[in-house]
């Protein structure tokens, strides 16, 4: 599995990426690949605001659908719109193929995240 130095990982899977005043959030290798192939992916309408840990959207693949859930709180700035005719983008490079941008209301949720090896020890956990 591949995992990025330099962001942030949940347990439900998701990855966040700080840059300045906003944030990238897309699921992990890991999580890409226990789906197996995406066919459609649920995003937010950008304005909308939610709490850290809420479902913002869902995905499908051909075995499952899961929601995704945030993992700070903040507002929505805009949806991948490369996923929505190509969703499979995700299985390709789920760390390049971003699902949400957003504005992060406050960066001490980023503080209940896991760094990238204490994901990786915690993936060893799961399997």
Excluded: C
């Excluded at 990238?24 to 995406?38: K, P, S």
């Excluded at 499908?60 to 700035?77: F, H, M, Q, T």
């Excluded at 209940?112 to 990786?120: D, F, G, T, V």
């Amino acid at each position: 599995m591949k995992i990025v130095q330099g962001l942030f990982y949940t347990k439900s899977h998701e990855w966040i990426r700080v840059e300045d005043e906003e944030a990238f959030v897309g699921l992990t290798d890991y999580a890409q690949h226990e789906l197996g192939d995406i066919v459609f992916v649920d995003m937010p309408e950008p304005g909308e605001t939610f709490e850290a840990g809420d479902a913002f959207g869902a995905i499908e693949s051909v075995k499952a659908a899961s929601d995704i859930y945030i993992p700070v709180g903040g507002e929505i700035l805009e949806g991948n719109s490369a996923l929505e005719d190509s969703p499979e983008l995700i299985n390709e490079d789920p760390y390049e193929n971003w699902i949400i941008k957003m504005k992060i209301g406050d960066e001490k949720d980023l503080d209940a995240l896991m760094n990238a090896s204490k994901y990786e020890a915690y993936l060893e956990e799961v399997e």
